[in-house]
């Protein structure tokens, strides 16, 4: 889990993330879509490859890359015992939105 925190904390490696949650993508796709050039693409891809967040499908010439969600599974098992403090507080919010909302 501690590689996939250390790929996860480069921003541009969770816009590939991000853009891969659509749909699969070619790399000149990707490098469009971020403004970096197709080897700057093609390093953090193998990165996101390496720590198994990104799988690579060949089609003739053509590689397309799509989101393998399955380490963040395990990010998302770790923070299980936090999100108690994110649900107080949100319900907290929701509290207060509703006292301060006129009534129908």
Do not use: C, N
């Not at 990165?47 to 969600?69: N, S």
């Amino acid at each position: 889990m501690g590689v996939t925190f250390e790929v996860l904390a480069e921003p541009t490696r969770r816009r590939i993330l991000d853009l891969l949650r659509d749909r699969p993508r070619l790399v000149g796709e990707l490098s469009a879509e971020l403004g970096l050039s197709q080897p700057g693409t093609s390093k953090h891809l193998r990165v996101l490859r390496d720590a198994g967040l990104v799988k690579v499908r060949a089609e003739a010439q053509r590689r397309w890359y799509e989101l393998d969600p399955a380490p963040l599974a395990e990010v998302d098992e770790w923070l299980a015992p936090y999100r108690w403090m994110w649900a107080d507080r949100l319900d907290a919010l929701e509290r207060h939105l509703d006292a301060d909302s006129p009534e129908e």
